[in-house]
């Protein structure tokens, strides 16, 4: 493969940003800063599944932006039985996003990974979420530098896995499909997606809950280099 792969694209949020780490500890510091009486397991623990089902909502285009950014905290703090005004659920959704990448945490062997495939390849990122968050995520864990480009849903108006956005992204790259791989976590938005333009995938499973498909896995950033 390496003799024909000259393009390596990679999800961000829960491929090289530990974002559940990063998450909870957002919600930890906003929560302690506008006095917000919840234990912080017991919610995350509700709010987690909620949010991954609104970022589906938010990709098949049945949600805006704004409407998760709410919707996925009423709804937590709903099923808590946590009486919690609208104007604070506002100020939280906005508090979150301020403190969000403020945070660092990547996923283990991420460094070490874009420094061994760097020279190599050219990377990229493709992305779903926020633009404004996005970036200050990659310059904050010192990741930026590693990309020589970034392409987020926002700047094309449609979400992975929608063809438009990884032929946006390939355009950007100068990268022709057969000569480029996607990596991410996502089976639906990166590889099921990438895979329709006929971009090559590794599926980045790092809690090993998907074994039912044929495409290339792997459950630790280090073993991505196998298969490049």
């Given at each position: 493969?390496?003799?024909?792969?000259?393009?390596?694209?990679?999800?961000?949020?829960?491929?090289?940003?530990?974002?559940?780490?990063n998450?909870?500890?957002?919600f930890?510091?906003?929560?302690?800063?506008?006095?917000?009486?919840?234990?912080?397991?017991?919610?995350?623990?509700?709010?987690?599944?909620?949010?991954?089902?609104?970022?589906?909502?938010?990709?098949?285009?049945?949600?805006?932006?704004?409407?998760l950014?709410?919707?996925?905290?009423?709804?937590?703090?709903?099923?808590?039985?946590?009486?919690?005004?609208?104007?604070?659920?506002?100020?939280?959704?906005?508090?979150?996003?301020?403190?969000?990448?403020?945070?660092?945490?990547?996923?283990?062997?991420?460094?070490?990974?874009?420094?061994?495939?760097?020279?190599?390849?050219?990377?990229?990122?493709?992305?779903?979420?926020?633009?404004?968050?996005?970036?200050?995520?990659?310059?904050?864990?010192?990741?930026?530098?590693y990309?020589?480009?970034?392409?987020?849903?926002?700047?094309?108006?449609?979400?992975?896995?929608?063809?438009?956005?990884?032929?946006?992204?390939?355009?950007v790259?100068?990268?022709?499909?057969?000569?480029?791989?996607?990596?991410?976590?996502?089976l639906?938005?990166?590889?099921?997606?990438?895979?329709?333009?006929?971009?090559?995938?590794?599926?980045?499973?790092?809690?090993?809950?998907?074994?039912?498909?044929?495409?290339?896995?792997?459950?630790?950033?280090?073993?991505?280099?196998?298969?490049?």
């Amino acid at each position: 493969m390496s003799t024909r792969i000259k393009h390596v694209f990679f999800d961000l949020d829960h491929t090289l940003w530990d974002f559940d780490k990063n998450s909870g500890l957002t919600f930890e510091k906003i929560f302690k800063l506008n006095a917000i009486d919840v234990e912080l397991n017991s919610f995350l623990k509700v709010y987690e599944p909620i949010n991954l089902n609104y970022w589906k909502l938010y990709r098949e285009e049945r949600v805006t932006k704004p409407q998760l950014r709410y919707g996925r905290l009423k709804d937590a703090f709903d099923q808590l039985e946590l009486v919690v005004e609208d104007d604070m659920i506002h100020h939280l959704s906005e508090a979150y996003i301020e403190h969000l990448s403020s945070f660092n945490y990547l996923f283990e062997g991420t460094h070490e990974l874009l420094k061994y495939l760097e020279g190599k390849y050219e990377l990229h990122i493709i992305t779903n979420g926020f633009s404004e968050a996005q970036e200050k995520k990659m310059i904050t864990s010192n990741i930026r530098n590693y990309f020589k480009t970034v392409t987020n849903s926002e700047m094309v108006g449609v979400k992975k896995p929608n063809p438009k956005i990884f032929n946006f992204a390939l355009e950007v790259a100068k990268a022709k499909a057969n000569e480029s791989i996607m990596i991410g976590d996502s089976l639906e938005a990166d590889i099921e997606g990438a895979h329709k333009v006929g971009m090559d995938t590794i599926h980045f499973d790092y809690n090993n809950e998907n074994s039912n498909h044929n495409y290339k896995k792997v459950s630790h950033l280090k073993a991505i280099e196998y298969h490049l």
